[in-house]
């Protein structure tokens, strides 16, 4: 009786947070915008090192790593005034962001003020429905950005961060019917949110930083005659002649996410999950990397993933395989890393003994796909400028021809496979061969546990081997590595006997902290050795960090 009435007044305790913090930053927010600028300038920092103070010294990246860059830009800053945030320093590639306080006070802060938001978050015994919490803790990270929308794609990844707190969390104590039940929902948020992120910030890169780079990939069409990646664009040209060809880009982005979610929440509910399960669901090589690396997100291939997870689906629930068929077809007619998962779909097929008939539809997309490059290729060549002519034409849209084309999306359609050869040749040195194969290695890990599911599934190992040419046809070696890793990881949960692996649930637990956070898989383009972060910049990269440290500045401002 005592214990629950101390956890009741803990969350009375974390709830009461919550409200101050919010009312807190409503009430700064006046002030602030009623203070003189002079307020934020160097004088400021003057008289604090005149009087002593000690000076918390936060290091960011200031070249293009983390994926929600305008945190760290003078916009937000300038805007806000965040208010032991007094001066920003570049110093070659780190942007100094000096809190006037003590580091330790920080530290204090940053525990106390995530452990009572994640009580908030796990209290059962409480009338206040699952959903609402987070439509709460929604509302209080909303808040501090005045609710702005540029800023809502970080708002949205926050929640996905908290809900990779709770899935670990409810991973350790799902026994209880309760807590499964909990944990289901807690799904649906992580689910959610990655959907909402990836999309927030497509919509941020066309709308707010004129960067088109994925747009221009998408709706690369056969207005100029056919190519090896543009059917989908075909497609989507055909819907922007109705309304504006980016929105109709972002609704495709959009459908193509919730779909994979779908799919991928069934699934797993839908079959008997161990802890083994949640290392490969939050692992950076599934489908956090669509968040942790939005310049390697949302390529065509994910047109291949989601036929892959639909035809699971669709074959648990024995329904007709058209509709993925037709998917799979796209997606191989839209770019050629599609292809290279046929081997995989047509042994899954195998495995569930699926008719042989359909087996070989699945195949034929591919075999007129290899041909069409003889029989179809095009006598001119892709003109990146008429592209972008027949692209401004349409209703709604005008793009600069430059913000359109960079210069590599002619080479991107035009190539052989010896340029593409010769172009992976020159980009991976010795240093990216180390990398990549201690991150594929860090990625199957949690394989480890599961000797029993590969020689289940011997053909996963198998088709690999075909699989590797795509290493050697172009260097974006994290997004090759993802596919795999998410083709295996579906296949596993999908799996209906699975080691309960009880006994080492809570030390696995603890190791599954450390496998989120100590390591990436960019998609390319590395400037590091290893993918490795120290401590300390493990914890400083999480965006909870960065949210702690927003608040910390903004409510403890010198005046």
Same mark, same amino acid.
């Given at each position: ?94 942007? +100094?962001?000096? *809190? ?5 006070? #920080?530290? !204090?802060? &940053?525990?106390?003020?995530?452990? /009572? =938001?994640? %009580? ?25 950005? +005045?609710?702005? *929308? ?5 708002? #949205?990844? !926050?929640? &996905?961060?908290?809900?990779?707190? /709770? =899935?670990? %969390? ?390």
């Amino acid at each position: 009786m005592k214990l629950k009435n101390l956890n009741a007044k803990f969350y009375l305790i974390s709830s009461t947070f919550i409200l101050l913090i919010n009312l807190l930053t409503i009430i700064k927010r006046n002030n602030i915008l009623n203070l003189n600028k002079d307020t934020c300038n160097d004088s400021l920092i003057s008289k604090a090192k005149e009087s002593g103070f000690d000076f918390f010294v936060d290091n960011v990246f200031a070249v293009y790593k983390s994926i929600f860059p305008e945190i760290f830009n003078y916009k937000l800053f300038s805007q806000k005034c965040f208010g032991s945030v007094n001066e920003i320093v570049l110093e070659d590639y780190f942007i +100094n962001l000096y *809190f006037i306080s003590s580091k330790y006070l #920080f530290f !204090i802060f &940053f525990v106390i003020f995530n452990v /009572l =938001i994640i %009580y908030f978050l796990t209290y059962e015994k409480t009338k206040i429905k699952f959903y609402f919490k987070y439509l709460i803790l929604f509302l209080t990270v909303f808040n501090l950005f +005045n609710f702005d *929308f540029y800023y809502l794609s970080f708002v #949205f990844l !926050i929640i &996905f961060y908290y809900s990779i707190i /709770l =899935i670990v %969390y409810y991973s350790i104590y799902k026994n209880k019917i309760s807590s499964k039940k909990i944990g289901e929902e807690n799904l649906i948020i992580y689910l959610s949110s990655w959907v909402i992120t990836i999309s927030l910030e497509h919509y941020n890169l066309i709308f707010y930083r004129s960067e088109y780079y994925h747009f221009k990939l998408w709706i690369t069409n056969y207005l100029q005659g056919y190519n090896r990646r543009g059917l989908i664009g075909q497609v989507i040209y055909y819907v922007g002649e109705l309304f504006d060809i980016r929105y109709a880009v972002l609704i495709l982005f959009i459908t193509i996410l919730s779909a994979i979610a779908y799919f991928l929440y069934k699934i797993f509910i839908n079959r008997y999950q161990n802890i083994i399960s949640y290392f490969l669901l939050l692992s950076p090589a599934f489908i956090s990397y669509q968040i942790l690396d939005i310049r390697g997100s949302m390529r065509k291939e994910v047109l291949g993933l989601l036929a892959f997870v639909m035809i699971v689906y669709f074959i648990n629930k024995r329904k007709s395989l058209t509709f993925p068929l037709l998917i799979f077809t796209i997606a191989v007619f839209s770019h050629p890393a599609n292809i290279f998962i046929s081997p995989f779909l047509i042994g899954y097929l195998h495995k569930y003994d699926i008719n042989k008939k359909v087996k070989i539809l699945f195949f034929v997309p591919v075999l007129i796909y290899l041909s069409s490059g003889v029989f179809f290729t095009p006598s001119e060549s892709f003109n990146s400028l008429i592209f972008c002519e027949q692209t401004n034409q349409l209703i709604n849209s005008s793009i600069d021809c430059k913000l359109l084309d960079s210069g590599d999306l002619k080479g991107t359609i035009n190539s052989d496979i010896y340029d593409y050869l010769e172009l992976t040749r020159k980009s991976v040195q010795s240093r990216e061969i180390i990398f990549y194969i201690i991150s594929f290695l860090l990625a199957l890990s949690p394989f480890v546990f599961l000797q029993e599911f590969f020689i289940k599934n011997k053909y996963l190992g198998f088709m690999l081997i075909p699989y590797l040419m795509l290493f050697f046809v172009a260097f974006d070696w994290g997004r090759w590595i993802s596919l795999y890793i998410s083709i295996l990881t579906i296949t596993y949960f999908n799996e209906n006997k699975k080691n309960k692996l009880e006994s080492y649930k809570f030390p696995l637990s603890l190791l599954l902290i450390l496998f989120l956070i100590f390591w990436d898989l960019p998609h390319c383009c590395i400037d590091r050795n290893l993918p490795f972060f120290s401590l300390k910049l493990a914890f400083t990269n999480l965006p909870i960090y960065t949210f702690t440290e927003l608040y910390f500045s903004e409510l403890l401002t010198l005046k």
